[in-house]
């Protein structure tokens, strides 16, 4: 495997002269094809998919494509894992069954030959070849000096299956007392759970590109170029800037450019989160990916392939996702010194021994130097994270908070930020009638029906929320329809001429400029005109409501010392007013998702630690660069992907729950981590003899291991009081 090492790596001297070189990228979008990076180390640089040469983690493709992914590793990963869990099961009740009543009967008609013989048959593949990934990554951690979790996990593996060989080829050894320890069953099972660590890492990890992915799915694969009064359709790929395109009603816009000929309204929502669409005419900007609506035209492409602003958020959300990379374990910075330190404390226990021991010296020194690296195995250390993160994980789905992966909470934790996106996150992201007004003679009931009765033939948001104010009632019958772009629609309703547009058009009269539709303005509310044969009979408005449980959810986080910013692409009358009603502390209205992304990297700058909660396409560059992104339940598939985070049901209060969720999982690992470095201080130096000349207490290999298993009994235990920890909110 060809590794390269970019210019900002580190400089810890952990070079392998045959794998790891420099290598200058003169153009990195180009160069990213086919190449591979690891997600802690982006300055690891491969050719071809395999592990990262310093902390041993699977490679991942640096340039994002719309295929699937490569589940290569994960099938692998996956079926040594169910192999070697069947293998190392009869291995673990051979071990342990002689203290369950009834068993014990049975196993010892084995005889302890036959019993080690067997542990010895099922472990040896587990260790060979279900554990062989971790052997191989050990083995380069070696030569790369970098030793991380996979030196740990093979050198405990490889200490207890060592040693238990030894007892089975040489059962004495002069010491008789021996005779009958054994660890095949540590060996197999420590090989399994490192095994299931990986695949349910693998897996969450395999998600991070399915954001990328439907990014991507968004542009569509042709598109139709004009060329003298004739159409063609062409690939994408051939479509260049100056070229004449057209696009037809329901299309997708397929590169950005000038609109030329015709008009339509563009659901542009990916890009600004509104869900109001946006009227076009000749000299308007069109953006790739966006939707068409009923109207058909002409532009010109300005920007296309890498150029666009489709593309554009693609290699943001990428950068952003390569950027953040989990937080080093801390299980692995310990291991840069740890490892080395219990090696050497093995080696100088066994030579001490060697040399002053008691006779059998050599099996009183192997025996000591093993209890060493028996106890040392890094067990408790190794649950102290994942254990913790497994059970806080469950106990968020169960509260309706789907958690990506254990950096995530990590992050989480730190959060004295949360900037909120408006449409669909503080508001329910769907327009709702709120008021109407009704001129004499008309009542307010004539003029929502008469209004609805001519929506219900238009496929516009606003026309909608007219009709399902209506409700369920019967609507009378609209005739000659016509709908105008950017201004309205008008029917022939029984007799009358009924005119349903904004109150700004210039359809609608001067006169219809009430008290009521200046009050909504300032509100953020759109006003919306009902005339009957020209004359005004109402007004609608309509708005984006704000959830119910926005403002509680903002005020608990105040009272958690996290500061509330609103990102929104929404003009700043609107966004001021839902920011007063839900106790936003900061406002930044009209930002394009760009802008979004580079409003989060300045708070980033001055220090903060920034969560993003948001639900559309538009948010996507934002959730990945913040320190946690969180996506609405609710909302696109995208914005849910490029998240850390989802709230399952797009309740707020569960973003509170989510950072009282990951400030109770922290302290669970901080307290495993206790627990795991208290067995492994005292416990180390007790297993090297230091008690031996003061009181003749050697901890043999056995209680060497009933001490490892303690610390792992301790860690799981304290983890799963997090079952019940942060109740569900109202």
């Known amino acids: 495997m060809n590794f390269h090492l970019e210019d900002h790596a580190h400089s810890e001297g952990h070079t392998c002269a045959e794998q790891v070189g420099t290598s200058a990228e003169p153009n990195p979008r180009q160069s990213a094809a086919g190449k591979y990076t690891c997600p802690m180390h982006p300055e690891i640089i491969s050719n071809e998919p395999g592990s990262c040469p310093i902390c041993g983690m699977a490679l991942e493709p640096i340039a994002p494509t719309a295929g699937p992914d490569d589940q290569t590793e994960l099938k692998d990963m996956t079926r040594r894992l169910w192999i070697g869990a069947l293998l190392a099961a009869p291995v673990l009740i051979l071990a342990m069954g002689q203290m369950v009543p009834g068993l014990n009967r049975l196993i010892g008609a084995l005889g302890q030959s036959g019993n080690l013989l067997i542990q ?27 030793p991380n979790m996979f030196t740990l ?42 095994l299931l660590g990986q695949v349910l890492e693998l897996r969450a990890r395999s998600k991070t590109g399915s954001a990328i992915r439907s990014l991507l799915e968004l542009s569509p694969r042709t598109a139709r170029r004009v060329v003298a009064d004739k159409e063609e359709e062409i690939p994408l790929e051939q479509v260049h800037a ?9 299309d997708r816009v397929p590169v950005d450019g000038i609109l030329l000929e015709g008009n339509s309204d563009l659901n542009e929502a990916m890009i600004t989160g509104e869900p109001m669409p946006v009227t076009k005419k000749a000299g308007d900007t069109v953006i790739g990916g966006t939707v068409n609506g009923s109207g058909s035209f002409i532009f010109r492409a300005e920007r ?105 909470l990590e992050e989480l934790e730190k959060i004295n930020v949360v900037a909120f996106d408006k449409t669909g996150t503080l508001t329910e992201g769907n327009p709702k ?132 910013v609103m990102l929104t692409g929404d003009n700043k009358v609107t966004a001021r007013s839902i920011a007063e009603a839900a106790g936003i502390d900061d406002v930044i209205a009209e930002v394009s998702p760009e802008q979004k992304q580079k409003e989060i990297a300045k708070l980033q ?38 998240a850390g985070i989802t709230l399952v049901k797009g309740d707020l209060n569960l973003l509170v729950s989510a950072v009282l969720l990951s400030r109770e999982t922290m302290k669970k690992i901080r307290e495993n981590l206790v627990f795991a470095f208290v067995y492994n201080f005292l ?5 090297a003899g230091i008690l031996y000349p003061m009181f003749g207490l050697l901890l043999s290999p056995m209680i060497a291991s009933v001490a490892m298993s303690l610390s792992s009994v301790s860690v ?15």
């Not at 004495?172 to 090989?191: D, L, P, R």
């Not at 396409?617 to 490029?642: F, K, Q, R, W, Y």
Request: proline share 5%; with cysteine; aromatic share 6%.
């Open 120 to 146: 010895f048959l099922l472990s040896t593949p587990v260790y060979f070849w279900a554990g062989r990934p971790f052997l191989e990554r050990a083995w380069k951690s070696v030569l790369n000096r970098t």
């Open 153 to 194: 996990i093979s050198l405990g593996t490889t200490s207890a299956y060592l040693f238990s060989v030894l007892q089975l080829i040489v059962p004495a050894t002069g010491h008789t007392s021996h005779a009958a320890t054994s660890y095949f069953e540590a060996a197999a099972v420590i090989t399994v759970l490192a």
């Open 605 to 642: 700058a001055s220090g903060a630690k920034v969560a993003m909660a948001g639900d559309g396409i538009n948010d996507a560059p934002a959730l990945a660069t913040a320190n946690v992104g969180i996506a609405m339940g609710t909302g696109t598939e995208v914005a849910i992907e490029s």
């Open 304 to 408: 296309v392939g890498g150029e666009t602003l489709l593309a554009q958020i693609v290699d943001l959300v990428a950068k952003a996702q390569r950027s953040q990379a989990p937080v080093q374990r801390i299980a692995d910075k310990v291991s840069e010194w740890f490892v080395p330190a219990v090696l050497l404390l093995a080696l100088i226990t066994f030579a001490f021994w060697l040399l002053f021991g008691p006779e059998p010296r050599l099996s009183f020194a192997l025996s000591a130097a093993v209890a060493v690296l028996i106890i040392a195995c890094p067990c408790a250390l190794g649950l102290a994270t994942p254990m913790a993160v497994m059970v806080g994980i469950g106990r968020g789905a169960q509260l309706g908070i789907l958690v990506r992966d254990a950096a995530v």
């Open 433 to 564: 009638v709120v008021e109407t007004v009704a001129f004499k003679p008309y009542s307010q009931s004539e003029v929502l029906q008469l209004a609805a009765a001519v929506e219900s033939l238009s496929e516009h948001p606003l026309g909608r929320a007219i009709v399902r104010a209506a409700g369920n009632q019967a609507l009378p019958r609209a005739t000659a329809f016509e709908a105008t772009v950017g201004s309205g629609v008008r029917a022939e309703v029984d007799s009358h001429l009924v005119y349903v547009g904004k109150s700004s058009s210039d359809e609608a009269p001067e006169n219809v400029s009430s008290a009521a539709a200046n009050r909504w303005r300032r509100e953020g509310k759109t006003a919306v005109v009902v005339l009957i044969d020209n004359q005004p009979a109402g007004l609608i408005a309509i708005a984006d409501t704000i959830k119910p449980n926005s403002a509680n959810a903002v005020k608990r986080l105040h009272d958690l010392n996290i500061r509330s």
């Open 683 to 687: 416990g180390v130096p007790v297993a």
């Open 242 to 250: 100056g070229d004449i395109l057209r696009v037809r009603p329901g």
């Open 716 to 730: 799981i235990a304290n983890s799963l009081r997090l079952r019940n920890s942060i109740r569900r909110q109202a």
